[in-house]
């Protein structure tokens, strides 16, 4: 992480830097320029000035300024010269160039080797209208490059030298806000490194909002991870406890058969044997069914599903059961949508329903229904309930009153209910008794 | 130390050559010979080049003795032919010093002592002041009184101007049209203040003398010739003056010109490492004490060992002809044509006579 924003931080100055030092470089070059081609002017123009007429003919009175001002770019060779009307150079050095364009008006500015080295000149003209002498006289000055160079290199440097210092700050500043911004990531590994191992319960660290989705994430997936765990250990205490009472009977009633000496006795205590051997049959797959049930709930996808689609199948399912065809479908007209299994969904459905059949008082009714916020999925059937001391233990994940481990219905069906984000609602109405799954909607 | 002695070179010189002397220093043994011309006499400065070959066993060096005119002209020649002649060139012109560096006739050399000097005594580190020189007036002890000892340019002006002054026509200078250094004294004057034009004029109409080189004009003041010599070089000047009691050698107190001779490594040079050693010499305490010794670097804020005389707040009023491109005028065909024309107008008789 902290290499890849160095090296992002890094490529972008990089690029930056090589943008302004070539934008610096033709910047101070043409700055440079213009400066010391003024001071080429100005030697210029002061030679000019200092051309007089004498005897019919052209006298350079060299004025010290010129050289002074040239001299302001001091390591500088010079170069000048003045040209007479008809070509021969007055005073200077004949080795300085020509200007390319030799009628120009102004003073003109051109390139020019001076010696070895590369030089910039000036030539300008002066034109004298006298009795004794008419035409034009140039004048030609011109310089080597030092100053100019040094003076570009000197305004590239400058850029250079602030643009490196904002890249270094830059650079620190990312490196600490990468850091602090890696901090909670390391608290929560430490958090974590901390832990005991059982310990499966949400961590509340304070955290920046960009790290909240990972630590709710995490919790999420602890809880799901705690569930099941609390499931196996309840599959198993369940197993453990439902199974010991069948088991030891089925033994104690093996035990009487072997010593029943009576054939017709003994018939009737092998077919206890085994009408209890069907029941504890029966016992360990809604045992298995609820923590299948139970397990699907935390890990199978949730999807937008008809919550009459449910209803509707756990009324199918049931029409071959024993009474069964006597149950009544009670659907709203519109869809009823809510986020969850489907599976787990006509599971516990079937559950409740079933209760009410082997429970309830007929008429049976499965259904869904609205209310405020939240849906119902509901099997309501004639009668009062149960008494409420036993109303009180329902929904356990054993119950004594269901002997068989009917009450392991409604354990699954509240599991459901509360990984769907719900509850299990048990409770009389106006018209019987009504065990429902309450589920969150979602729409409108 | 010293192998050959004096030759006096008419004999064998090549007809273009204008050499006066030749000389050579060092060992036979030694592997690298340095060929160096210089305006500077041979006896004044063959000591420093003695010491500087003392460390140097391997080094020897080939002193050939120039006018500066003659030394110009052949340092040019072999630039603009790209001909292998001096390895080091020494002048006191220093104008024309300034004019073959700027023709990119030059080699540069840098070093921590190249790079101590002042900006006015280097240039491009390709030329470098290595010697201090005031121009001096001399006078003499025996013939002018202490009162009336000049000691600025305005009491030679004063000096000057009695229509029955005894200084008329025994005052002498350079003529610039011989000595190249007088020229570059007598142009630095004209560009330093305005008393140089009341000097000429006052020159002129006093009959005062022009004449060549410092060691004709010391002596025709030793000698009573002339009372008072105007802008000699002050080395020349305080060596005979150490000799010769009758002289006496005054720094001008309104201000005093100071000269650096300027050396300079050619671009053709054989021995370009001798000769940047040599230069790094020159410029070394070392070599300073050596130049001292010889006079070639006076120093202007003690009396110490010197006949110099003089005035107060000297520093001040020093003015080094800084070693810059301005000197080119120096050289310009029509400002030299214009000057030379002043100065005829102040000596006509030394112009007319002129060749």
Known sequence: MKSRVALAVGAVLLLGGVVVLSVALAYGGRAAREAYDRLLLGAANDIAASITIRDGAAVVDMPASAFQMLALAPEDRIRYRVTGPDGTTLTGSDAAPAPPRRDAPGPVFYDGDLGAEPGRYVALTRRFAERSFSGPVRVTVGQTLRARQALARDIAGGALAVLAAAGLAIGLFAWLATRSALRPLQRLGRALARRDPTDLTPITLPMPSEIAPVLGALNGFMGRLDRQATASRNLIGDAAHQLRTPVAAIRAQAQDAQDEADPERRARLLARIHERSVGLSRLLDRMLDRAMTIHRTDTAPRSALDLRDVALEIYEALEDVPGGAAIRLDLPPAPVVVRGDALSLVEAGKNLAANALSHGRAPIRIGVARENGSVRLFARDAGPGPAPAILAGMGARFAAHAPGGAGLGLAIAREVAQSHGGALVLGPRDDGFEAALRLPRIGA | ?355
Request: glycine share 6%; aromatic share 8%.
């Open chain 2, 1 to 355: 130390m010293i192998r050959a002695g004096l030759m006096a070179l008419a004999l064998f010189a090549a007809p273009v050559q204008a050499q006066e002397l030749t000389r050579d220093f060092g060992p036979d043994t030694a592997t690298e010979v340095l060929r160096l011309r210089s305006t500077t006499d041979i006896a004044v400065l063959g000591p420093v080049v003695e010491a500087f070959l003392d460390s140097r066993p391997n080094i020897a060096i080939r002193y050939e003795q120039w006018g500066s005119n003659a030394l110009y002209r052949l340092q040019a020649e072999d630039c603009a032919s790209g001909r292998a002649g001096a390895d080091l060139v020494i002048s006191s012109a220093v104008h024309q010093m300034v004019d073959l560096v700027n023709e990119g006739c030059a080699r540069p050399h840098r070093s921590a002592l190249t790079a101590a000097l002042p900006d006015a005594l280097i240039w491009r580190d390709e030329l470098w002041g290595v010697t201090r020189e005031p121009a001096v007036m001399v006078y003499n002890r025996d013939l002018v009184q202490p009162a009336q000892v000049p000691r600025s340019r305005f009491d030679l002006l004063d000096l000057l101007r009695p229509t029955e002054s005894p200084f008329r026509g025994r005052v002498a200078t350079y003529d610039i049209e011989r000595s190249g250094l007088g020229f570059l004294f007598a142009f630095a004057d004209s560009t330093e203040a305005t008393t140089f034009g009341g000097l000429m004029e006052s020159f002129g109409r006093s009959g005062a003398i022009a004449t060549c080189c410092s060691a004709e004009i010391i002596d025709g003041v030793a000698e009573g010739q002339y009372l008072v010599a105007y802008n000699v070089l002050g080395s020349y000047a305080l060596v005979r003056a150490r000799r010769d009691p009758r002289l006496g050698v005054i720094a001008p107190q309104d201000y005093t010109l100071v000269l650096s001779r300027a050396a300079m490594i050619p671009r053709e040079a054989g021995q370009p490492r001798a000769a940047s050693q040599f230069v790094d010499f020159l410029l070394s305490s070392e070599g300073r004490r050596a130049l001292e010794a010889a006079l070639l670097i006076v120093r202007l804020e003690s009396e110490d060992g010197t006949a110099l005389e003089l005035g107060e707040a000297t520093e001040t009023l020093q003015r080094p002809i800084a070693l810059t491109p301005a000197l080119l005028i120096a050289l310009d065909a029509h400002k030299r044509a214009l000057f030379q024309a002043r100065w005829r107008d102040a000596f006509p008789r030394i112009g007319a006579a002129a060749p």
